[in-house]
T-cell receptor, first 117, second 110 residues
Framework: IAGITQAPTSQILAAGRRMTLRCTQD?????MYWYRQDLGLGLRLIHY???????GKGEVPDGYSVSRANTDDFPLTLASAVPSQTSVYFC????????????????FGAGSRLTVL | QKEVEQNSGPLSVPEGAIASLNCTYS??????FFWYRQYSGKSPELIMF????GDKEDGRFTAQLNKASQYVSLLIRDSQPSDSATYLC??????????FGSGTQLTVLP
């Protein structure tokens, strides 16, 4: 089934630990995104990648890093987790990054719920 | 002022009624506007998008855009209990990235 796979589905993590959230898509979409969703704050963009080999910072990038070595994978790493990073994380993709009808029509993964204690 | 604002709700309407969801945005350079639906515990899914001023209809859903007033709305006709969800407004601004509102929780009462 075509779509976006995120892992893990849920994780409890001790503060200070390193964590990588995985995201893989099989739709050959050029652009990929990481959002966090917190109650009352909606979805906020952490990092994005318009194409393989490039990444950019979103609204709330501090404490997170990403890489885009190929079209399909876009992992998000928390180098040293803090409790304020407790959230639901969504990976998303779109056919094109910025122009055309497909721009910003996002397909989302199922989400990863992260709790940092 | 937040870039994209929505009433958080909850908004309750009886089954069969019209639900009206509203969204305002601050970036006058915004060109594309999206409505996503998110069921509890699930990921957002696209309902529809609109680029031009006026109305755009898709089945029971109508998106309305007024760029002069920086206002976009979503009307759901003949609301069903299955429409109960959080509705997210998203705006593609001058920076060409999507900014989401915090969402409006809709409950359709049987």
């Amino acid at each position: 089934i075509a779509g976006i796979t995120q892992a893990p589905t849920s994780q409890i993590l001790a503060a200070g630990r390193r964590m990588t959230l995985r995201c893989t898509q099989d739709m050959r979409h050029n652009a990929m995104y990481w959002y966090r969703q917190d109650l009352g704050l909606g979805l906020r963009l952490i990092h994005y990648s318009n194409t393989a080999g490039t990444t950019g910072k979103g609204e709330v990038p501090d404490g997170y890093s990403v890489s885009r070595a190929n079209t399909d994978d876009f992992p998000l790493t928390l180098a040293s987790a803090v409790p304020s990073q407790t959230s639901v994380y969504f990976c998303a993709s779109s056919v094109t990054p910025t122009v055309g009808v497909g721009a910003n029509v996002l397909t989302f993964g199922a989400g990863s719920r992260l709790t940092v204690l | 002022q937040k870039e994209v604002e929505q009433n958080s709700g909850p908004l309750s309407v009886p089954e069969g009624a019209i639900a009206s969801l509203n969204c305002t945005y601050s970036d006058r350079g915004s060109q594309s506007f999206f409505w996503y639906r998110q069921y509890s515990g699930k990921s957002p899914e696209l309902i529809m998008f609109i680029y031009s001023n006026g109305d755009k209809e898709d089945g029971r859903f109508t998106a309305q855009l007024n760029k002069a007033s920086q206002y976009v709305s979503l009307l759901i006709r003949d609301s069903q209990p299955s429409d109960s969800a959080t509705y997210l407004c998203a705006v593609r601004g001058s920076a060409r990235q999507l900014t989401f509102g915090s969402g409006t929780q809709l409950t359709v009462l049987p």
